[in-house]
């Protein structure tokens, strides 16, 4: 296993170096530069900024200097927010982030999958029915609908909550609702039907028929197998989730890291893009290779010798 | 219809004209002890860039900067009010300007403040290693050699700028220059602390509550990446007796309907931005909705290098084709529809407003205009638009320019028997294809940063870096030279020619003048705003 997780660990550090690599060209290729303006810079001035942040270096030489400093976890300055490293943005910005998204993940987790779990199990049941009439919604309606219409319902209209900013308890409710509504509602579905194929399967009837207390059946064989697909979808989720939403970072006005995701590729702020694409980027990779360990502890028929042989 | 708008914008400036007279006079009378402090919450609606003056090249963080800084003189819905300078004068050739300033001057941090601090700031600002985005603007201050100094071609030592003593600061000019004083209310001529400056470099220093000493009627005290500012009456400032608030708390919310919310349940109190789709429903309902006309013009570029755009009959057919009043109803923000290229709110050498006396070149705003249209197209050869090639309108990707090329779209269509398709790019890559030529009709916005209409009229000057559509008439770039050079009548006179020149020949269909729009809660009174856009609350307070 040890070995097993070596490499996988040396083949993440390749794919980030590979998305790095690929981001950077891209960016660098389309038109438009971080100093363009609705009044364009003067080509003096222009010569003057290029140089200061040696964005005149020849593209590799760029990138290297570039990689560089990223190992030695310095992700240069902003060219959007003059005077304030990358890292500043992301140290500033990363803890709100992270809260708003540890608490959707937690309610996509404490919440989805228990009701998942119950419309199984009342199959064809008025709970069935609901719980699943409300997972459509969820999937349906996206997040910015639910965002506007919470901050002008229960913030405008009731004012139980604030209407913008993380400034009291309540004021998570918004935001985690909206980043959580899609994927909660989308577990609770994948969690139902998965359920529902388990339980039809041979060995949970080889379960009862040992005589296993319903219980048992249920959460020690049914959930736990059922779990597979859910585990799989969570881990690329959540790293999506704990690095923000544009969307839902907007309109709630929360000082966080999700809006760099877009702002900074309309700005052509490219050590910004640079910075939290890594950053996702190695979310990411941790996610799946987590999600891989995760699946041998559930799954006995997983094991990870068999996948390292080939 | 024009007229009316005209008349519902003027009775709105009028009105918030009698709220800063009324917040004016009546200045609030001695705080009672131990009273709460005055708090103003204000949505800035974005983070700035910088709030470093020297730096900054952006409207929000001159919002700031306005508070935090103060120029040798204020200006104040276009009047000039004294700043640091207590009093200016003009010499009688017009080629030096000599500011005599307050001794009582200080710094945020109780440090006296100095003509030096001025001469280091200015010379800051037109360095070329700052890399100051404004450095352009030192073309049209006039100020000696500065130009070239900012180009790197002479020394910051040859620049005309010294001081006399501590508290004289001269400036001579190569020619003389009618705007001047007003410009050096503008951000970019603040005075700023070389220690705070060198103590972080590219700006940091500004956003560092510990290191931002600042001269103007607030000092920063809190900054948070995104989430917002905190600004803390400077007790230093030479006018903190009339500064009616303690406290501002600036919030960075870039969605105007979640701001506005949080303005309805009272926890904003002024607001940059609004919901576009409330702003019918404001004008007709809110008092303390305000329109303001903004120094610019919306217009579309015609590419002169393109045969098909070579016979100014069609170029004018094509500008009366489109109904400018109803535009900007649809757009119904309050917007002017465009008879020319200066806007309203520039005064001419008699006092007179640009736009008013200018005209409109018998260039309708409404439909009126079409039946000459459809002449003048047949007279070109294309009788009902036959045979008129189909062409390109292109803008850069929003909501507000696509509603706005639609109605154009249609209107060529209907009034003049023109096809044209939509096309839109990313705001970046249309600048790059813009500047490139390379489109048929392009969107153009251009918005003036001193009350001068050369800086508008300027831009389409042979060789001008802005001059999109690549108009070149020997005629038009003489009256601008001359206006360039003289003052009083004669750099007006200049002005009206090269203006009359311009819509004579069109190479930009002038669609709209743009207007900037401002909410604030009943309790914030004697507010002000610079005619250049800067807000302006150092004489502002709360009253419950």
Redesign the interface.
Known sequence: MGRYFLKRFVYSLFTILLISSVTFLMMHS????P???????????LK??NA?YNLDDPLIVQFLNYMGGVLTFDLG?SF?????SVN??IT??FPSTATVGAWAVLSIILVGIPLGVISALKQGSSIDYSVMLLATFGVTVPSFVIA?LI??FF??QL?WI????LSTPQSYIGPVVALSGYSLSFVSRLTRSSMLEVLRQDYIRTARANGLSEFSVIMKHAVKNALIPVVTYLGPTIAAIMTGSFVVE????I??IG?YFVESV?N?DYTTIMGVTILYAAFYVMMVLLVDIIYALVDPRIRFEKESKN | MNKRIILAMGTLLLVAGFAFAGGGNQTTPAAPPAAAPAVLNWNLAADPLTLDPGLNGASDGGDIISNTFEGLVRERSGEIFPGMAERWETSADGMTVTFYLRPTNKWSDGSPLTAKDFVYGWKRAIDPATASEYGWIWHYTNVVNAEAANAGEVSLDQVGIRAVDDYTFEVKLSAPTDYFVSLTAFYHFMPVKQSSVEAKADGAWAKDPALAVSNGPFKLTTYTIGGGLTLEKNVNYWNAAEAGLDIINVKFIDNAATAYTAYQTGELDFLNDVPPAEIPKLIAENPEFYIFPLLGTYYYNFNMDLPMFEDVRVRRALTLGIDRDRIVEVMASGQVAAAGFVPPGMPDHLGRDFFETAGNYGIPTDSSGVEEAKRLLAEAGYPNGQGFPEFVLMYNTSQGHQLVAELVQEMWKTNLGINTTLENQEWAVFQDTRKAGNYDVSRGGWLTDFLDPMGLLAIFVDGNAYNDPNYNNPEYNSALRRASTTFGASHFEALYEAQDILMTDLPIVPVYHYTDVMLSSPKVKGWDRSQLGGLDFSRASIQN
Request: charged share 25%; aromatic share 8%.
């Open positions: 389309i038109p438009g530069g100093f363009t303006r609705e009044r364009a810079v003067p080509d003096e001035i003057v900024l200061k300055p959007s927010k003059v005077g304030t500043d943005l500033s910005g506007t901050i002008y913030a405008g004012g604030p209407p913008f900013g907007r309109i709630f006005a000082p966080g809006r309309s052509r």
